[in-house]
């Protein structure tokens, strides 16, 4: 039997005890395909409440990387602090926490003026107890300025930039409405890299029109990018998304829990060592899930995943 390496593992061996995540959502954030600057109505499986628990943005402000100004700062500022507050307490409470990352999650949170991320980058590594920031975002929402800034902030505490990959071919990138193509992806992937800062590279199996061939030919691609950790997961449908619409008139079948485990099987096989798992699954239970159902109980999802694993000598 064998542990595979997990980011959990991972920063046990970093940090010397379990290190838990605190995932933050700060209104004002946005994309560029929903904003309109690179395609419209976001991700077709994108309603981003639906992977944000801490998400509660309903206002009109959004930045973008043109922005010169921020007059919410100080709002979104106090937003960070009540949420990291609130997620710290009950997981210490609740698992005795005592170190943390601070996870800017929602939307894409490198697009916004480099004033404003330094300000929300410094105060959360200002939070007691935190080892490090990981940052959700897109590969077309970088800049070098912003890259230099990190690798900085690198060289004394934790960094992780969390590229949403989701495909390395150019036509499921298109059909999901990504709005950039897979070179944009190997640009910035090794332009982070050059910098040594970590990546975590998403990966989802089962987007339309991917067989199981395609989708292992993408964790290759993301492997040969020398990322740091890669998420695996697979397409689910949720209401009030654009993939509703497709889902709904019969041209998009969700991936079966069967192929999905036996993908996910022979993904983990290829992960060499030196590569964390940041996550192996992923779900909603609740009434926005509309397929496939056994996308609803995450325990069980966890519990067949792991059962799949053991079965090849893997321990999660």
């Known amino acids: ?97 005592k170190k943390f990352i601070v996870y800017f999650q929602s939307f894409t949170n490198t697009y916004a003026p480099l004033d404003t991320l330094k300000a929300l980058y410094t105060k959360a590594l200002g939070f007691d107890n935190v080892v490090g920031l990981s940052i959700g975002t897109r590969t077309d929402c970088i800049t070098d300025e912003t890259l230099d800034y990190l690798e900085e902030l690198s060289k004394t505490t934790e960094v992780w930039l969390e590229y949403g990959i989701q495909s390395v071919y150019d036509e499921t990138l298109e059909k999901i409405n990504r709005g950039h193509d897979f ?38 691609e993301t492997i040969r990018l020398n990322v740091d950790s890669i998420k695996i997961h697979p397409l689910y449908v949720v209401k009030n998304t654009l993939l509703t619409n497709i889902y709904k008139k019969g041209q998009f079948e969700p991936i079966s829990e069967e192929l999905y485990l036996d993908t996910l099987v022979k993904a983990v096989k290829m992960i060499p060592d030196n590569i964390s798992l940041s996550r192996v699954t992923a779900g909603i239970s609740d009434s926005t899930l509309l397929s496939p159902m056994w996308c609803n109980d995450k325990h069980k999802q966890m519990f067949n995943v792991k059962q799949a694993l053991l079965k090849e000598g893997l321990i999660y």
């Open 1 to 97: 039997m064998k542990n595979i390496n997990t980011i959990g593992r991972y920063w046990k061996k970093k940090h010397g005890e379990k290190v838990y995540k605190v995932p933050i959502s700060i209104s004002g954030f946005t994309c560029p395909n929903i904003d309109g600057t690179v395609a419209k109505g976001g991700c077709t499986f994108c309603e981003n409440e639906s992977f944000s628990p801490n998400q509660v943005d309903k206002s009109k402000f959004k930045l973008n990387l043109r922005s010169t100004e921020n007059p919410h700062l100080e709002k979104q500022l106090l937003q960070l602090k009540m949420q990291f507050d609130a997620t710290k307490e009950r997981l210490e409470n609740k698992f005795g926490a």
């Open 183 to 220: 070179a944009n992806i190997e640009e910035w992937i090794t332009k982070t890299k050059e910098r040594n800062l970590l990546v975590c590279g998403h990966l989802v199996f089962g987007l339309p029109d991917e067989t199981q061939e395609m989708m292992l030919h993408g964790v290759k």
